[in-house]
């Protein structure tokens, strides 16, 4: 949207002018005549107190009398005759020029003159009020607009309530010269959050995945002079060369990426450099650096920049895996939860949100992550920016904050991080079970049966378990005071999802991004996770710790008939899907039961 408004002045009357215009007036209306003259009438009207010889005109009453029908007549005015500023608002297309309600007989009537003074008085107070939520853009220019009005001074931007502070420039060349600094450490105790000056961002395509066609933003461009004579100081570094390095600091030599001569950024942000927009657009219109750019799956959006928003605001870039759940607790939510912890004592530094994940996240999606956020009140009280859906716009920041997604990071949060993280989920969410072990003790007191929460992720592309429903039913009559509820989908609210987990004393599940979830789950929780491959981060031993629980490992490479009793899943060779034989399952259910007995034993003996 445009938002760029001129301010525009009107050119006023001469005293020669208003002599002109005495000259020309006509007699007295027969309305205003004395009542005297006029024998019986059928219409009467009240008279005016005032005796028309004692009415006093000034000249200022004049002057507006008269501008106003110069105005009926459409007069135009020469640029030379230039008066200071009257009324931005005023136009001569708004007077309706020619209609019946703009006829001598109105604005020449005494009553209209004797309340001219008022009604200047309203235009000045509306005039004020107006420019009063206007705000100086960056560039401006003066110029006539060919009926007789004339721009002010700089142009002005409004505050759109749908919009965020920001500065449009339909022609990159336009942009003031932009210098980048950064990245600085936010947070020098805690690391991984930094922030940057005049830079800007932009979207990976090749990164895009199913079903959502997640395009998180994965460019910066980094406005550097100094390199404006490498020939690939546009082209972003391949991911292998960001994998190997992943423990580089931005700034070191060893950073430095010998191909293409310039440092390859941060995980989750790959550096670009430019002196310019318009540099940067050359720069990747090169043959060579577009074929670089496709072959290692690097191409950005925009291609070529042809506008730019500018936002003033302090920004966090909000980048995430819209598409697994357990990827942006782990990489993004996990790593920020230290500073959340810091922010909410200390104030965020950022106004605003920069996501381009998910459209809305904020404020009406339904994202997982992103409803978890909103829940949480991970951002305080920033606002989200808008952005629109075009290839051909470019979005710079003057300040921007960025939290590097390394899973190492999250080795920073506490027990007591965790627990506040939890209990502020666990409250929003209004989940029935606290966090704590005081409903241990309730539900034992109540005699309630074990819940073991199943999924066999029937829907997934691996790790399908097969037969479930059937190992199931084959141990009901063993355990009859176990509750087995088979959740059969996630493709639920995430509302939803937070109190089937909170309902579980044990988490019996093929592996998936489902598996996130367990943050809802009370302490002293039981997880079993069975894949042919790799298992989920809830499985870490260290996040285990941070929600007190207790994971089971069953893995197929256990299978074997001299050891039958050690519980064990059949894999095929593409690991599309596993199956568990019936002993194997009664085994493991036994091992579930046996497990949150002693957990609840601990607990109502007060250990």
């Keep these: 949207m445009d938002n760029h408004q001129t301010l525009t002045r009107r050119t006023t009357a001469t005293d020669e002018d208003i002599a002109n215009f005495l000259q020309r007036q006509p007699s007295l209306p027969e309305e205003y005549a004395s009542p005297t003259e006029h024998s019986d009438t059928s219409h009467k009207r009240k008279q005016s107190d005032v005796a028309f010889d004692n009415l006093n005109l000034g000249q200022s009453d004049l002057r507006a009398t008269f501008e106003l029908e110069r105005i009926e007549q459409g007069v135009e005015e020469d640029d030379d005759q230039a008066h200071p500023l009257r009324s931005p608002l005023v136009s001569p297309t708004s007077y309706n020029i020619g209609s019946p309600t703009a006829q001598r007989p109105l604005l020449f009537s005494y009553p209209a003159i004797k309340n001219m003074r008022i009604i200047a ?37 409004f505050e759109n309530e749908e919009s965020d502070w920001l500065e449009y420039y339909p022609d990159p060349a336009r942009l003031p010269k932009m210098v980048s600094t950064g990245p600085q450490r936010v947070e020098h105790e805690l690391g991984g959050m930094h922030l940057f000056t005049d830079v800007c961002v932009t979207n990976n395509i090749d990164s895009a995945k199913p079903p959502e066609q997640d395009t998180s933003v994965r460019g ?68 060579e650096n577009r074929q670089f750019m496709i072959r290692n799956k690097q191409t950005q959006t925009p291609s070529h920049a042809k506008n730019v928003h500018y936002f003033e605001e302090p920004t966090l870039l909000l980048s995430f895996k819209a598409n697994d759940r357990e990827s942006s607790l782990f990489e993004f939510l996990f790593t920020y939860l230290p500073y959340w912890h810091v922010f909410r004592k200390k104030g965020y530094p950022f106004d605003s949100v920069f996501s381009k994940s998910v459209q809305g996240c904020l404020s009406h999606s339904r994202n997982w992550f992103c409803e978890l956020t909103h829940q949480m009140g991970a951002f305080g009280y920033a606002r989200e920016t808008n952005w629109e859906e075009t290839h051909a716009t470019l979005y710079c920041f003057k300040n921007l904050y960025f939290n590097q997604q390394t899973f190492s990071y ?22 029935p079970r606290s966090r704590g072990r005081k409903d241990i003790k309730e539900k034992d007191r109540q005699q309630l049966a074990m819940r073991i929460l199943l999924h066999a992720n ?106 039958s009793d050690v519980p064990c899943i ?9 199956t568990m034989s019936n002993d194997s399952f009664a085994a493991l259910v036994d091992n579930i039961v046996q497990t949150h007995k002693e957990k609840t034993s601990l607990v109502q003996d007060g250990r």
């Excluded at 999250?410 to 209004?430: A, L, N, P, W």
């Design 570 to 578: 059949y894999c095929p060779a593409d690991q599309s899907s596993f």
């Design 458 to 563: 029937k829907t997934g592309e691996n790790n399908r378990w097969d037969g479930l429903d059937a190992l199931v039913k084959s141990v009901k009559g063993k355990h009859p005071h176990v509750d087995f509820h088979i959740v059969q989908d996630f493709d639920i609210p995430i509302a939803e999802q937070a109190r089937l987990f909170n309902s579980a004393d044990a988490v019996l599940m093929a592996t998936g991004d489902h598996m996130a979830n367990s943050i809802f789950v009370p302490d002293d929780t039981v997880f079993v996770e069975l894949s042919c491959g790799l298992l989920s981060r809830t499985s870490d031993p260290r996040f285990m710790e941070l929600i007190a629980g207790s994971a089971i490992s069953v893995a197929s490479s256990a299978c074997s008939d001299s050891n």
């Design 410 to 431: 999250s080795r920073q949060v506490t027990k007591q991080i965790m627990d506040e993280f939890r209990d502020e989920v666990f409250s929003h969410f209004g989940l």
């Design 220 to 287: 910066l461009i980094y406005f550097d002079k100094r390199m404006a004579k490498n020939p690939k100081r546009c082209v972003p570094c391949s991911k292998k060369a960001m994998n190997a390095r992943a423990d580089d600091k931005w700034g070191e030599s060893s950073s430095l990426d010998s191909q293409l001569g310039h440092q390859c950024g941060m995980q989750g942000l790959h550096a670009m450099y430019a002196s310019s927009v318009n540099d940067w657009n050359d720069c990747t219109a090169e043959t």
């Design 121 to 157: 008085t309203f235009i000045v107070f509306a005039t004020v009020l107006t420019l009063g939520g206007v705000r100086r853009s960056r560039g401006g220019a003066s110029s006539d607009d060919g009926w007789g009005w004339e721009m002010v001074g700089e142009g002005l931007w």
